[in-house]
């Protein structure tokens, strides 16, 4: 009789599973010793959790990495895991705005002291700090505007005063920068965007070089029961399997679209940092490599209903948000949104680009005659 255990394999097992048994009441009875190691119920993982942790671990270059529901939810879970009354937190102005919602409508709530910060700060970062200051989150580029932040200078000076840093690395990927080697406490990815690659599943992951980081983060997963779909870790382990060859491409074309779009008349500022000329392209250089696949620019329209003959127009770029799967995508984010941040320098409507499979030659050209149109239709 074949065994299970003389199968092979190219793709990944699908580990589903609740209920995890044991051989033995003692080895039942003493579960919870194997909670960072090993399996003790369904909400920790499967071997097919495991599988993608461990893969993903090792593009960040990091011997530890929790699976979480979501990139928001890995960011949730770490202020839950790590922070409490009379803490200080600092969020850079340029992160994720569901982050910022957590902070300031939750976190408040639990006597967290939540501030937002200039993303341009570098070291003079260390004069914003308490003496309750915990946590610094970072996002760089920030995913609308891309201000690069001095990744370097931040961690070097949180080092200083025993502050932990975070860095959501979702838009350059692992492939693109590595946060953990660089000093970084806990990277985040949102592994739905260009890890999982296909936009059909929510999935995050944290990444750290501390076992005693792991273990909180761990346990937090377990208590607050952010359990991670088996299914959905077979598909981001399966879209692993593509991301180099797909960030080459997308990243190439973006860079592409970037160049034309910054010498187009219709445009007034390109938000790119691997485009030279770029505020952040120097930064972006000094730690950064491969590019990225999102790219923001303000277009040169007076209104809200001029931006929406470009929309229509497009043929290739589909409307909606998140990236890094084979379609690309735009969407249009008003000034009054810019407005309500503290530190942003871009006070007009913004359109941003999301990158795909397609060929470079069409996404180019499908948002130059987008832009004629929207052109014609604003002087009529």
């Known amino acids: 009789m074949a065994k299970i255990d003389d199968f092979r394999s190219l ?14 009441i003692a080895d039942f009875t003493t579960r919870k010793e194997r909670l960072f190691d090993g399996y003790t119920y369904g909400v920790t993982g499967t071997p097919t959790t495991r599988a993608l942790e461990e893969r993903i671990a090792c593009l ?8 979480s529901p979501s990139g928001q939810s890995a960011l949730c879970q770490i202020g839950l895991a790590l922070l409490g009354w009379g803490d200080h937190v600092l969020i850079a102005d340029s992160c994720y705005g569901p982050l910022r919602t957590f902070a300031n409508e939750y976190l408040r ?33 920030g995913s609308l505007t891309m201000e690069m932040q001095d990744i370097p200078a931040i961690v070097k000076a ?16 692992p492939l693109g920068f590595q946060g953990v080697p660089a000093g970084v406490d806990i990277v985040v990815q949102a592994v739905s965007k260009l890890l999982g690659g296909h936009s059909d599943l929510l999935l995050g992951a944290l990444s ?16 607050l029961g952010q359990a991670v779909s088996p299914d959905d ?11 180099a060859l797909r960030y080459a491409h997308q990243c190439a074309c973006a860079l592409a679209l970037a160049e034309k779009l910054a010498r187009h008349p219709m445009v007034e500022r390109v938000l790119f940092p691997p485009l030279a000329g770029d505020e952040g392209h120097a930064r972006w250089k000094a730690s950064f490599k491969g590019g990225g696949c999102v790219l923001s620019f ?13 929309f229509d127009a497009l043929k290739v770029f589909q409307i909606g948000a998140s990236w890094g799967g084979a379609h690309s995508l735009a969407a249009y984010y008003p000034a009054a949104e810019q407005a309500k941040r503290t ?10 680009l999301a990158v795909g499979l397609e060929p470079s030659e069409h996404l180019v050209a499908d948002v130059l005659q987008a832009l004629q149109r929207a052109a014609h239709r604003a002087a009529t």
């Open 298 to 310: 303000v277009p040169r329209l007076a209104s809200t209903e001029e931006v929406h003959p470009f």
């Open 60 to 67: 960040e270059n990091a011997p530890f990495c929790v699976a």
């Open 158 to 173: 949180a080092k200083a005063h025993g502050i932990l840093t975070v860095l959501d690395n979702s838009w350059a990927s």
């Open 11 to 24: 793709s990944p097992a699908i580990w589903r599973a609740s209920t995890v048994l044991f051989d033995d």
């Open 343 to 352: 530190y942003c320098k871009v006070q007009a409507g913004i359109i941003r």
């Open 208 to 223: 750290t070089a501390s076992r005693a980081l792991y273990e909180k983060l761990r346990t937090a997963q377990s208590v």
């Open 109 to 141: 709530r639990f006597g967290v002291e939540c501030e937002t910060y200039d993303p341009a700060i570098g070291a003079e970062i260390a004069g914003r700090f308490k003496p309750g200051t915990k946590l610094i989150f970072m996002e760089s580029p």
């Open 233 to 243: 870790c077979f598909l981001a382990l399966r879209g692993l399997d593509t991301l």
